[in-house]
């Protein structure tokens, strides 16, 4: 099993770029997430989807859209992307609300 | 609104010099609360998962303990290989499955 994949590892972009941020999990679960991690902020979760069809809101979305393809892909958007969108995003997934997440390794993106 | 502290921010120890490592969250009810493990370059790896005040969970040299307001990640002889940024995040009960993330204890065990 390789869990949770994302691609790609590593991205530069100029301001008003856009560019999709790919994730798929192999592990049969029913959520997803998406998170960004910042120096000294923690990961903070930006869009969630929490089963198949469903996809809503966290704590940071303006700017982005996601789309969950199926039960395994889950993808980010940056429609037009800003240097305050410089950070590492993380992909996740858990079976059920309840559960652990589980991580992907990372796209280190910077917007210039 | 939710928060979660960690502290301290670094610690260093000695090989097999024990200590803990400390999450205090305020929450009006907490679901359940996870410790994450993050090497340089790479994402969190899942430790563990508490659910109620009491509990207790083991793997290999760690042990987490969950009290009403806060949690322990104690580190029992710890090897070169522990070191990493341990990270703690909890959920609340009647929303979504929303981890909030405290910004983590950067742990450097020497020789």
């Known amino acids: 099993n390789a869990g949770v994949t994302q691609t790609p590892k590593f991205q530069v972009l100029k301001t008003g770029q856009s560019m999709t941020l790919q994730c798929a999990q192999d592990m049969n679960h029913n959520s997803m997430y998406w998170y960004r991690q910042d120096p000294g902020m923690g990961l903070r979760l930006i869009y969630y989807?929490?089963?198949?069809?469903?996809?809503d809101k966290g704590e940071v979305p303006n700017g982005y859209n996601v789309s969950r393809l199926n039960k395994r892909e889950f993808s980010l958007r940056l429609e037009s992307a800003a240097p305050s969108q410089t950070s590492v995003y993380f992909c996740?997934?858990?079976?059920?609300?309840?559960?652990?997440?589980?991580f992907g390794p990372g796209t280190r993106l910077l917007v210039l | 609104e939710d928060q979660v502290t960690q502290s301290p921010e670094a610690l260093r120890l000695q090989e097999g010099e024990s200590s803990s490592l400390n999450c205090s969250y305020t929450v009006s009810g907490l679901r359940g609360l996870f410790w994450y493990r993050q090497d340089p370059g790479k994402g969190p790896e899942f430790l563990f998962t508490l659910y109620s005040a009491g509990e207790e969970k083991e793997k290999e040299r760690l042990k987490a303990t969950l009290t009403k307001k806060e949690s322990f990640l104690h580190i029992t002889a710890p090897k070169p290989e522990d070191s990493a940024t341990y990270l703690c995040?909890?959920?609340?009960?009647?929303?979504?499955?929303?981890?909030?993330f405290g910004t983590g204890t950067r742990l450097q065990v020497t020789l």
């Open positions: 995040a909890v959920t609340e009960t009647g929303t979504a499955s929303k981890l909030t």
């Open positions: 996740a997934s858990s079976e059920g609300f309840r559960d652990a997440q589980y």
């Open positions: 989807s929490a089963s198949e069809g469903t996809t």
